[in-house]
Every structure is written in structure tokens, then in C-alpha cells.
């Protein structure tokens, strides 16, 4: 289990002093397959910040850029969430039957409906999806017409028959703010536009990253299919919450250990979208917490991240 904390490390880091750290795990707490939370909490901060200083370092692309393309992962990541189970129902032939709150049906074939359900041939959630592959393998000209077809769905949700009503009349939830469907054309627009500057920015310049991050989303597709765990349920929301605490977490650690700005891009883009969507649809605020605490902790990370690199910056100057 050791070896799992090796994975906040930078791939450069492991072949150096992999196997020097897990020496020393084994010496410090013997016969324990996982060293105590504290010492967990160290090396997963340490992990962060080697990567960190990883990324800052490789000077193929400006800050601004990585920025940007950090930005559009974590929005076709957010725009995947409340269609990961439809989406995994639907590649394996899956009926949610009652299951199915937020989503009539999940046919496979172009005439499969459900009650109340348009016949649709493809579900929503396969444009978000099919963006974040592409832009996790830096090919922007292929998530850039993903992320243009998900403003187009929603904009003819009305009378656009090839996804349906699947999942654009049906509720989404992205941690905390208002609901945001996929004709809320706010996100797929701000998607779309990073998508068209990292196509214009000459997309050989692009971070690559492996497929193994693709294994969470996967993951979060089996537990949502399989356990038919939808993206309103209070389950689905907390565990939501506490991943995008820990993201927070990991963005000011890797901020404050290099005083670089690209991190603060997406926190801002997140930020932008949900304040906007409680502003729209004040009445359809999910109400977990009050409405003056949601903004607070939507808007606070921005300034807590700009001074964490404005001090870093600082004392790199003294040093």
C-alpha cells in the first residue's frame, strides 16, 4: 500500500528515490502496510509540491497556456459529472429502469425511448468525455468540436433529436451552486473558448498526460452506474465536496511551493460559473448550505491563491 503514496510523486522522483522512501516507511513503522494519517497527509503534501515544482520547471509552455489547458480539464471534467451514469448504462446496454431519476432512458439504439423521452442515438455525456480524453492527450483540434457540439446541443435542446432529452432538461449538480444543465450554455461556452485558444496556440505545445488519469473517471462511472448513484443524491454531493476540497488544497499547496499563477485559472473559471448560475437561478439553489457561505467558499480561494504566489514570489526575491 506503500507504494500507492509514490504516486503523488513526479515519475522522475520515483525512479531517483522510490525506492529509498519506501525503505524508510518500512524501517519507521514496521509490519504496517500504511504509515499513520499524519505522515500520509506529509508525503501527499511533499508529492504535490515535487509535481508542482516539476511542472513550473519544464519551460516548453508558457505558465498562461498550461494554465488555460489545466482550465478545460477541470471544466470537461465538471461538465462529465452528472452524466457519468447515463453514460456507463448506455455503453453496456444498461435500463436504470426506477433508477433513473434525472434520465427517462438509456438506450443503446437510435429507437430505444422511454417514457417522456425524445429517441435519441448517442447520450450527452459522450461529448464532455470525449473532450476530456482529447485534452488529456493534448489534441485540442479534437475537443474543440466536442466542447462546440455540447453549445449546440443545448441550444436546440428544443428540437435537436440526436441526444434526446437526456440529461438537458434533467438536473446536474456541480458541488456547490445552482443546478446547471446542459442548456446552461455558460460552461460549455467557457469550455469551448479554452478549447479554440489551445487550437490556436499551437497544440504541439501541449501537456500530454498518460491515460492512468482516466482511471478515476472510470472508476467514478462503475460507482455511479452500477451502484445507480445519480448527481443530485447527498451521497453523490458530499463525496463531490470533498474531492473538490482536497483539489482546492492541492492548488494552493502547489501555488505556495512555487509562486506560479497557473493554478489560480481554473479555481477563477470554476468560481465564474458557479457565482453566475446562483445569480441566475437564485430559486433553484440546491440550499445545502446558506446561500452567503456558498459564495464565500466559491469566491475565497482566488485571493488565498494570489497572495500564497505573491508571498512565494517574495521570498524568492530575498533569497
Known amino acids: 500500500m506503500n507504494r500507492l503514496l509514490l504516486a503523488a510523486y513526479p515519475e522522475s522522483y520515483r ?3 522510490g525506492e529509498e522512501l519506501l525503505t524508510c516507511l518500512a524501517e519507521a513503522y ?4 500504511w504509515p499513520p494519517p499524519r505522515e500520509v497527509a506529509a508525503l ?17 509552455r508558457p505558465w498562461w497556456l498550461d494554465g488555460i489547458h489545466l482550465t478545460a480539464l477541470v471544466l470537461a471534467a465538471l461538465a462529465l459529472v452528472p452524466y457519468l451514469q447515463d453514460v ?14 434525472a434520465f427517462h432512458f438509456s438506450g443503446w439504439y ?21 473532450c476530456l480524453i482529447a485534452l488529456l492527450r493534448g489534441k485540442s483540434w479534437i475537443a474543440l468540436p466536442a466542447a462546440a457540439a455540447m453549445i449546440y446541443a443545448g441550444a436546440t435542446f428544443n428540437s435537436n433529436t440526436l441526444f434526446g432529452d437526456e440529461g438537458k432538461a434533467g438536473l446536474g449538480y456541480y458541488g456547490l451552486g445552482a443546478p446547471i444543465t ?3 450554455l455558460v460552461l460549455s461556452g467557457t469550455l469551448c473558448a479554452a478549447c479554440a485558444v489551445l487550437a490556436v496556440c499551437r497544440p504541439g505545445r501541449l501537456r500530454r498526460h498518460s491515460y492512468r488519469w ?8 462503475f460507482v455511479a452506474g452500477g451502484l445507480h448513484v445519480i448527481s443530485i443524491s447527498p451521497a453523490f454531493q458530499r463525496g463531490l465536496f470533498a474531492l473538490e476540497v482536497a483539489a482546492l488544497i ?10 506560479d499563477y497557473r493554478w489560480l485559472i481554473p479555481v477563477a473559471a470554476v468560481a465564474f460559473i458557479r457565482t453566475q448560475a446562483i445569480v441566475v437561478q437564485p430559486n433553484a439553489f440546491m440550499r445545502s448550505l446558506p446561500d452567503m457561505v456558498v459564495l464565500l467558499l466559491l469566491i475565497a480561494p482566488l485571493p488565498v491563491l494570489a497572495i500564497a504566489a505573491q508571498r512565494r514570489q517574495s521570498r524568492a526575491l530575498l533569497e
Open 182 to 184: 446542459a442548456r446552461d
Open 15 to 17: 525512479s531517483r528515490q
Open 250 to 259: 492541492a492548488a494552493w499547496v502547489a501555488t505556495a511551493a512555487t509562486g
Open 88 to 101: 456507463w448504462h448506455w455503453a453496456l446496454h444498461i435500463d436504470p429502469g426506477r433508477h433513473a431519476i
Open 30 to 33: 514496521p509490519g504496517r502496510s
Open 110 to 130: 437510435p429507437w430505444a425511448r422511454g417514457p417522456g423521452t425524445r429517441i435519441r442515438l448517442l447520450p450527452y455525456g459522450l461529448l464532455p468525455l470525449v
Open 44 to 60: 501527499a503534501r511533499a508529492g504535490v509540491r515535487a509535481r508542482a515544482r516539476a511542472v513550473v520547471d519544464d519551460t516548453a
Open 214 to 221: 482516466l482511471v478515476p473517471v472510470v472508476l467514478a462511472m
